[in-house]
């Protein structure tokens, strides 16, 4: 139903910017939550930020809140994470993933990999001096 592909990866200095996109084609009012995710080297894939496309409620994780932001721009189905001061642990597969109802009661934001149902290949991101 949901298409996601992301792009804007590469190589960055730490403490330098990226800004990853991630387009959506298919259903896409079917979607109630978007969200980034990372796999690091040696570590499980976590929730890097996510956004709610019922009332704009955002998510990040502790590691980079006040560094990163999430958006969205609806008329091009079209989510972006700006990415500042990017750290030496920040490195790995970035992921652009969509959530699709059911959703948790009263919930009207996705965090968690599980409830995510489609997703994207991925786009390197490699910090390096």
């Known amino acids: 139903q949901l298409q996601l592909v992301e792009s804007g990866g590469g190589l960055v200095q730490p403490g330098g910017y990226l800004k990853l996109s991630c387009l959506v084609s298919?259903?896409?009012?079917?979607?109630?939550?978007v969200g980034w995710f990372r796999r690091a080297p040696g570590k499980e894939r976590e929730g890097v930020s996510c956004?709610?496309?019922?009332?704009?409620?955002?998510y990040y994780g502790d590691s980079v809140q006040g560094r990163f932001t999430i958006s969205r721009d609806k008329a091009k189905n079209t989510v972006y994470l700006d990415m500042n001061n990017l750290k030496f642990e920040e490195p790995g597969l970035y992921y652009c993933?969509?959530?699709?109802?059911?959703?948790?009661?009263?919930?009207?934001?996705?965090?968690?990999?599980?409830?995510?149902?489609?997703w994207g290949q991925g786009t390197q991101v490699t910090v390096s001096s």
């Open positions: 298919g259903l896409t009012l079917e979607y109630y939550s």
């Open positions: 993933a969509a959530a699709t109802w059911p959703k948790a009661p009263g919930a009207a934001i996705a965090t968690t990999e599980a409830e995510y149902r489609y």
């Open positions: 956004m709610s496309t019922l009332d704009g409620t955002t």
